[in-house]
């Protein structure tokens, strides 16, 4: 028979240990939310903020998101087609979000690898008649010496140049501001010109002039909109010359301009619209049309998406696209938007949910061409604007002075 001896177990338990890891789990536990809390109250501007991984969330469509999103709130199914109900491809999804790779845009294939091909980037979100990744406005940069006043070239074909000072048939409004200027122009990039008025000019990123430009669009404008009862106020300031005064490159444009409209807007509380003026780069092709058998310049409106006020300035330039689509088909190429490295990303409009970016033709557009825009556009500007009076500000029409 065999005989077992009983074996006795100690189990040795230090408290202070035990005590000292609860109290580290409990601190790392605040300093966890601590640091949440922090990073998440903090204004956008100042937040730590990783642009791989915002690359990566915005090739995530809406629409995808939105299908996860019924998978919670079936709801939300109601409203869906059949064949929008279906979930989009993981692994194409997954693919897409890891590479920021999208079959359906090739610029993105190309986006990271070459030099200087961020200017052509952009996302369409209006898109016009016939617009497409091909042929979507290009903010080129000019050479340094092309912005130089002593070596810029001669102009031609000036002869009898209308520069909008004088009344044309863009009719008259029973509708007026009065005294009050609710429009302001300006111009961040001054001198973009057009080629069909420099002698000896034939590349579009060398097509700039101190004096024949985009400000002479804006004199048309102005005049065109006060015809139709909009007070406007222009600044044609300079802003190339400024940034060669202070030897900064042609990228701090809207660094010299934004201080323009903050002063414009301090010294007018009557300002309800600012539009910044400019010319794109692309080629006739891309920027004339012929409406009732006469030519027009066509119209973009770009909108910068990195500032608060983003969803309002586009839902103002989705409507004046939309007024123009309605009564000067194919003139406005549609909304553009803008964000990422290589571009401004904000375009003063974080100063006014009312500012807009608008491109006036192209190179090789005439000022008759862009003149017949000018009134087009004042026009369905003129209706958007006192139908927004209407509802927003209740003004009540004045007779017009005569």
Known sequence: MRSYKATNYVLAVNMTTIL???????????????????????????????????????????????????????????????????????????????????????????????PGFSIFDGNILVAGEGTDFTNMPIESVPPQEALDTENEAQLKNIEGFNDGSENRDAGKSVLTTGEKK?????????RESYLPYLEGVSDPDSAMHSKINVTKVGDMLKSDLEQLGIGTTIDKTDVIQKLNEKGLSYYNA???????????????????????????????????????GKSYAKLAFVVGEEHPNYEQNLRVATELHNLLESKYKGLSRGVISKKGSGTNGKFNQDLSGNALLLEFGGVDNTFEELQRSSIAFAEIFADYYWQAEKVDHHLSPEPVRQ
């Open 254 to 292: 809207y660094q010299e301009s934004r201080p323009l409209v903050q002063t414009a807007m301090t010294n007018n509380k009557d300002l309800l619209y600012l539009i910044d003026i400019h010319r794109d780069s692309q080629r006739r092709n891309v920027t004339a049309i012929k409406i009732n």
């Open 182 to 190: 609710t429009v302001h122009l300006y111009f961040t990039h001054t």
């Open 20 to 114: 000292k890891s609860v109290i580290i789990l409990i601190i790392a536990l605040l300093s966890i939310f601590s640091v949440t809390g922090i990073l998440t109250s903090m204004k956008p501007q100042y937040r730590i903020t990783s642009d791989s991984l915002n690359q990566a969330a915005s090739g995530v469509k809406g629409e995808a998101l939105y299908k996860l999103f019924t998978l919670e709130n079936r709801s939300f199914n109601s409203i869906l087609t059949k064949e929008e109900k279906e979930l989009p491809n993981l692994s194409s999804l997954l693919f897409s979000v890891a590479t920021n790779v999208s079959f359906d845009d090739p610029r993105s294939f190309l986006g990271r690898e070459l």
